[in-house]
């Protein structure tokens, strides 16, 4: 079985093919904007620019594509671009959870029941399996992702930020006080992104990027461990674009071993958003039969990662 995966939910549009369950193609081109964060409409403009040198020849036996959450402009593109494959090649379409994408490509090699932590631009949540995926803690306004960008960005560090403010955090040495927003298994950001923003007026840029950093990472991986006490679960997977930052990985690797626990980290080929893991998504749903036609195909701007967004289409 050949599934094509479609990924369009914000900077990035990728195009993966999975073939029998494994990974055979993962293109992708993010969009840069000249200056602050993405703005929608130029980031749908960038997929329907670059999506026809994404694509590969031949055929398939299904188009994957995200259905959601995302930023709309660029979920239609993305949704647009896949019902005209699955229409040329007369093949059925498969809508898939943009989160729950990376959640299964994180799980690739090595299936498991960890508590997985989601965290990216848009989302940042703490699950685990329950008979379905369940959220035991997440942000309670930006994302952990969002805020590193915005931080980056009042620094004058071009997008994504993210990358950027790691490299300056690494050359930072003294830890500065900073707001610990942790409430119960939810956590908050906004109040220390704000504080950061001005710190800067008196701290060094090194050292901001590092108390944030120690900061922002050292709430996560708390809400994490209570998970982990709480499920009973022996394993933690680190998925979502911000898994790439090697000290969030070494914090939380260093929890795991004080518990006993294995610690897994998506492969930094997929972590960020990307084709292939919405094709292997795909191919899993293809094989339990969940598929609709290209005249079914809708996307959703806000999708819940316990939403199925076949049964969000036959409703």
């Given at each position: 079985?050949?599934?094509?995966?479609?990924?369009?939910?914000?900077?990035?549009?990728?195009?993966?093919?999975?073939?029998?369950?494994?990974?055979?193609?993962?293109?992708?081109?993010?969009y840069r904007?000249?200056c602050?964060?993405?703005?929608?409409?130029?980031?749908?403009?960038?997929?329907?620019?670059?999506?026809?040198?994404?694509i590969?020849?031949?055929?398939?036996?299904?188009?994957?594509?995200?259905?959601?959450?995302?930023?709309?402009?660029?979920?239609?593109?993305?949704?647009?671009?896949?019902?005209y494959?699955a229409?040329?090649?007369?093949?059925?379409?498969?809508?898939?959870?943009?989160?729950?994408?990376?959640i299964?490509?994180?799980?690739?090699?090595?299936?498991?029941?960890?508590?997985?932590?989601?965290?990216?631009?848009?989302?940042?949540?703490?699950?685990?399996?329950?008979?379905?995926?369940?959220?035991?803690?997440?942000?309670?306004?930006?994302?952990?992702?969002n805020?590193l960008?915005?931080?980056?960005?009042?620094?004058?560090?071009?997008?994504?930020?993210?990358?950027?403010?790691?490299?300056?955090?690494?050359?930072?040495?003294?830890?500065?006080?900073?707001?610990?927003?942790?409430?119960g298994?939810?956590?908050?950001?906004?109040?220390?992104?704000?504080?950061?923003?001005?710190?800067?007026e008196?701290?060094?840029?090194?050292?901001?990027?590092?108390?944030?950093?120690e900061?922002a990472?050292?709430?996560?991986?708390?809400?994490?461990?209570?998970?982990?006490?709480?499920t009973?679960?022996?394993e933690?997977?680190?998925?979502?674009?911000v898994?790439?930052?090697?000290?969030?990985?070494?914090?939380?690797?260093?929890?795991?071993?004080?518990?006993?626990?294995?610690?897994?980290?998506?492969?930094?080929?997929?972590?960020?958003?990307?084709?292939?893991?919405?094709?292997?998504?795909?191919?899993?749903?293809?094989l339990?039969?969940?598929?609709?036609?290209?005249?079914e195909?809708?996307?959703?701007?806000?999708?819940r990662?316990?939403?199925?967004?076949?049964?969000?289409?036959?409703?």
């Amino acid at each position: 079985m050949k599934v094509l995966g479609i990924e369009s939910t914000a900077h990035t549009f990728g195009v993966g093919v999975v073939e029998d369950g494994k990974i055979v193609l993962n293109n992708r081109d993010m969009y840069r904007p000249a200056c602050g964060g993405i703005l929608p409409r130029e980031a749908a403009e960038h997929h329907a620019n670059v999506a026809w040198k994404l694509i590969p020849e031949g055929s398939v036996d299904y188009v994957a594509y995200s259905a959601g959450p995302g930023l709309g402009p660029c979920l239609k593109i993305g949704t647009l671009v896949a019902r005209y494959l699955a229409i040329k090649m007369n093949v059925p379409m498969v809508p898939v959870n943009h989160a729950i994408a990376h959640i299964e490509v994180g799980m690739l090699e090595g299936q498991g029941d960890p508590v997985v932590v989601y965290t990216s631009g848009g989302n940042t949540m703490v699950l685990a399996n329950r008979n379905g995926w369940k959220v035991f803690g997440e942000t309670l306004d930006i994302a952990l992702g969002n805020a590193l960008d915005k931080l980056a960005r009042k620094m004058g560090l071009p997008h994504p930020g993210g990358p950027k403010l790691e490299a300056l955090a690494s050359r930072g040495n003294k830890l500065l006080k900073m707001p610990y927003v942790v409430k119960g298994m939810d956590l908050s950001y906004s109040g220390i992104l704000t504080h950061s923003m001005k710190l800067l007026e008196k701290e060094s840029r090194e050292n901001v990027a590092y108390s944030f950093q120690e900061h922002a990472f050292a709430m996560l991986v708390e809400v994490a461990e209570r998970a982990l006490a709480h499920t009973g679960k022996e394993e933690l997977l680190l998925v979502g674009g911000v898994a790439q930052n090697s000290r969030l990985r070494e914090m939380f690797r260093t929890m795991c071993e004080d518990r006993g626990a294995e610690f897994r980290v998506a492969p930094p080929e997929v972590a960020g958003d990307n084709g292939a893991m919405i094709a292997y998504s795909g191919y899993l749903r293809a094989l339990q039969g969940k598929t609709i036609s290209p005249q079914e195909a809708r996307y959703f701007q806000k999708l819940r990662v316990t939403d199925e967004p076949l049964e969000k289409l036959k409703k």
